[in-house]
């Protein structure tokens, strides 16, 4: 018995993400393509990680979703919304289709070799949401430069949150490897109650390494033409970096590295308030970019 992509969804919506996917600070205009992307990539993700899927059935059904997004197979109701969104506005498909390979490579493999396989993985995985979304605003894609490395970061962050989790429910490790063998690290400690000194070492690397990232991304709000859009870009920016921090100094196997309601606010604000500052005069003030 086959079964279709709908039958494997998770329940994981755009509002159980870390960041926010087309806020209101989003134009209503572009909020509906955005969120048909989403669900798109969102069922695809649900494929490549259900847990009793092999890794040919998780195959077929993505490419499944990628021949109804063409219109060269069978409907399916979580492409058929985005296929629609991309005639409307004449876009092409290529960002939706970079996300399927990034799925299917998480079908084929569950290690990661070093911190260049990481980023080949993000450039599938991650910064094609980002040019996505700025293709629906209609942006320069110089644009695109400083979205990259905000994209990878998020996706770091994510599965440095998620390293235990991934590891016992999917047996994947987005940790590189070299970067284990430099601290001394086991792919086993990722199963333990918490973190050893050695795969804590391996975390706070990979954040530092993430906070330079960031760091490349600290000017995009202020490129992008789109208000809106630059407002919202802040508020991730702050958000990624206020993770970062947290990843430095916690064990993500014991504490919830996330931003609680109230703290989400108050970051939220802030970056608001950054973007603001960077649009209007070109860079932040100290007390709104450096506490964490």
Same mark, same amino acid.
């Given at each position: 018995? %086959?079964?279709?992509?709908?039958?494997?969804?998770? !329940?994981?919506?755009?509002?159980?993400?870390? @960041?926010?996917?087309?806020?209101?600070?989003?134009?209503?205009?572009?909020?509906?393509?955005?969120?048909?992307? #989403?669900? @798109?990539?969102?069922?695809?993700?649900?494929?490549?990680?259900?847990?009793?899927?092999?890794?040919?059935?998780?195959?077929?059904?993505?490419?499944?979703?990628?021949?109804?997004?063409?219109? %060269?197979?069978p409907s399916d109701p979580e492409a058929?919304?985005?296929?629609?969104?991309?005639?409307?506005?004449?876009?092409?498909?290529?960002?939706?289709?970079?996300?399927?390979?990034?799925?299917?490579?998480?079908?084929?493999?569950?290690? %990661?070799?070093?911190?260049?396989?990481? /980023?080949? #993985?993000?450039?599938?995985?991650?910064?094609?949401?980002?040019?996505?979304?700025?293709?629906?605003? !209609?942006?320069?894609?110089? %644009?695109?430069?400083?979205?990259?490395?905000?994209?990878?970061?998020?996706?770091?962050?994510?599965?440095?949150?998620?390293?235990?989790?991934? #590891?016992?429910?999917?047996?994947?490790? #987005?940790?590189?490897?070299?970067?284990?063998?430099?601290?001394?690290?086991?792919?086993? /400690?990722?199963?333990?109650?918490?973190?050893?000194?050695?795969?804590?070492?391996?975390?706070?690397?990979?954040?530092?390494?993430?906070? &330079?990232?960031?760091? *490349?991304?600290?000017? @995009?709000?202020?490129?992008?033409?789109?208000?809106?859009?630059?407002?919202?870009?802040?508020?991730? *920016?702050?958000?990624?970096?206020?993770?970062?921090?947290?990843?430095?100094?916690r064990d993500p196997l014991v504490d919830?590295?996330?931003? !609680?309601?109230?703290?989400?606010?108050?970051?939220?604000?802030?970056?608001?308030?950054?973007?603001?500052? *960077?649009?209007?005069?070109?860079?932040?003030?100290?007390?709104? &970019?450096?506490?964490?």
């Amino acid at each position: 018995m %086959t079964i279709s992509a709908s039958e494997t969804k998770s !329940g994981k919506g755009h509002k159980d993400e870390n @960041f926010p996917v087309a806020s209101r600070l989003i134009h209503p205009r572009h909020r509906g393509p955005i969120l048909a992307f #989403y669900r @798109f990539v969102r069922a695809a993700d649900d494929v490549a990680d259900h847990a009793d899927l092999s890794s040919d059935e998780k195959l077929r059904l993505l490419d499944a979703l990628e021949a109804s997004l063409l219109g %060269t197979g069978p409907s399916d109701p979580e492409a058929e919304p985005l296929r629609r969104a991309l005639s409307e506005r004449g876009l092409a498909p290529i960002h939706a289709q970079h996300l399927l390979d990034a799925f299917r490579l998480d079908a084929r493999k569950s290690r %990661t070799r070093d911190w260049d396989d990481l /980023m080949h #993985y993000c450039s599938l995985s991650a910064m094609p949401v980002g040019r996505f979304v700025l293709d629906v605003h !209609g942006e320069e894609r110089s %644009t695109w430069r400083a979205s990259d490395p905000l994209c990878a970061a998020l996706q770091v962050i994510n599965h440095l949150q998620d390293c235990g989790k991934d #590891y016992r429910n999917l047996d994947r490790v #987005y940790l590189p490897e070299d970067a284990m063998a430099r601290h001394g690290a086991t792919i086993e /400690m990722l199963g333990a109650e918490r973190a050893s000194p050695a795969l804590l070492g391996v975390i706070r690397e990979l954040a530092m390494r993430t906070s &330079g990232l960031l760091a *490349q991304s600290s000017t @995009f709000p202020a490129l992008i033409a789109d208000r809106r859009l630059g407002l919202e870009v802040a508020v991730i *920016q702050r958000l990624a970096e206020s993770l970062v921090g947290k990843l430095e100094r916690r064990d993500p196997l014991v504490d919830r590295v996330h931003a !609680g309601k109230g703290e989400a606010l108050a970051l939220a604000i802030a970056g608001v308030a950054r973007g603001l500052w *960077q649009r209007g005069r070109g860079t932040p003030p100290a007390s709104l &970019g450096a506490a964490r």
